[in-house]
């Protein structure tokens, strides 16, 4: 069973989530939910769950976006034995949103137009430990890693560069294809696409990227 | 002439300029009502003039000077006017044509005066000339603005303004001190009253200090009440002329789920683009064009289609091509398919890719080949005619995939893509040579790989 909590600022929005999960068979279990900055981080704090559903912009706190400052003050857990994970679901689907929480240590990017199901399975993998791109997402790394214009690392720890497989990844994933079907078309596990994934999303927390930096530089995000 | 009055009038009137100046300056003859009328007309009419006439600096002999033309004293206008007639059409007129014409008017004055027989004192005369030349000097850069705008703070923004504003006050301040201390050239008196007058001055500063002050912020603040109202007044319409009007017409059609859910993303899709969107350019970019395509998708056939695109470029004639290319497939998934529709869009170092992915059913291509025929003549034909190519990949229960590539205009560009299309046309099924040349890199989840259909 996973334990999540619940944060966004609209109560009907985290009924409604409540209900869409509930309907589902997944195997997910609401302990708490929170509708600001501060809730967001006493509920964190006291029930310790799997997976944290964190809505990006948030009241309370003294930082905007508010998503980011709950992922900075809890980031002691993130680390923490069981670790605590973020899943950052919004309905703003803003670059500077999405890098602002990924940057932060979110795990993954959702945007409120997902169904109940894919929203469950989005948790599961982040329970997982593993990493949640939407499509959308993955057209901005692709964007700002310049892999769209053929930029690739020749080494395979490159930070600043995405390898060829992880652009063939991230490309899949713009066009809309599931893991499965990304695993099926690149005729390889969709473990190995998880991995591929993962090594992206570490690229996105940490690269110095001239373009990353930039940009969020000129929205004082760093 | 000096205000431009006597030619607004006469414009306003249907008269011409001269016979309108003639008036003027007979009715002066009449106890000065022509020159009062004139005075009053050229302060109270608005100016229909952004800049000011050159000329207007030329009215200080005017104002503090009534009584003066009041009396009827030709002789003593006309050298001032003439002085001033000179620069009517020219630069703005400096200081020294002022105190030139105002000068050569008081010298009229008070000749004429003596020659009345009037005892005219001039300790009386010159401290009067010199406030009225303070007033003058102080309030003539009011013209450079509005008239109408005398309070408003504007008027000192400008270092000449500012200048111009304190040389007016040391002038009057002079000739008020003249005239404290005419007759006597005591010069311990003149340093008391000198003293005296900045005490005065400096205790009513004082005393006027908070009031001034809080003028100045209310002004502040209604200026930034303003602003907020203007913007909150921007969002209200706007939400007015979109959000309300949505919901309007979602309650009216409520019965029409497919209606309803075609408003709402058409509804969210605009807001979206208000709130997070970048700025609406009039540069015609390809991504601009692409996203346009989808929003007319998402109107016509009630589809939600998500976009990706990365990269992006001018729009030209080929990217147009490329855009109707595409506009076709995402009519053909809305059509069949339904659902979540992903478009992706790559402009890339080499060229354009484009994917159009639907959830739908999907077909056996090799099985109905005619069923698709428009996506074949306006998809495919089309790249091809600009070289480019076109492949549509799909099998029952995996939706389908259309993929176009569009490479930049290069001089082999056009033979290269034809050969490749010749060739993919004879293999009807790709997906088993594709399948075969690429290496397996990992244990496939999904067994039916080889139902993959390809046409181009």
Redesign the interface.
Known sequence: MTKIVLVDDHRMFRTGVRAELAAGDAPIDVVGEAGDVEEAIAVVEATRPDVVVLDVHLPGGTTRPGGREVLQRCGHLLTADPPVRFLALSV???AEDVIAVIRAGARGYVTK?ISGPDLARAIGRVAEGDAVFS??L??FV??AFG????EVATVEDELDRLSQREREVM?LI????AY?EV??E???????VETHVSAVLRKLQLSNRYELTRWAADRRLL | MLGGVASGLAGHLGLSVRAMRIAFVLTSFMGGAGLLLYVWLWAFVPSDRGVPSPGIPARPPDGPYPSGRAAGLPGAQVPGRTALRARREGRRSMAADVMFGVGLLCLGLYLLAARAGWSVNPGLVIPLAVVGLGVVVAFSQLDEVERARWVERASVGTQAAVLRLAGGVVLVVVGVLLIVVQGSADLGQLGRTLLASVAVLGGAGLVLAPWGVRLWRDLDAERAARVREAERADIAAHLHDSVLQTLTLIQRRSTDAAEVARLARAQERDLRSWLYGAPPSNVATLSAAVAEAAADAEDLYGAVVEVVTVGDRQLDERGGALVAALREALANAARHAGGTISLYVEAGPDGVEAFVRDRGPGFDIAAVPTDRSGLRESVIARMERHGGSARVVSAPGEGTEVKLFLPDAKPDAKSENKSENKSENKSENKSGTRQATEPDAGPRTEPDVDADAEVA
């Open positions: 703003s689907d803003a137009s499509p959308r993955a057209g692709l964007d892999a769209g214009a053929g490309r713009a066009r809309g294809y499965k695993a099926k690149l005729f390889i596990s969709v473990k190995t």
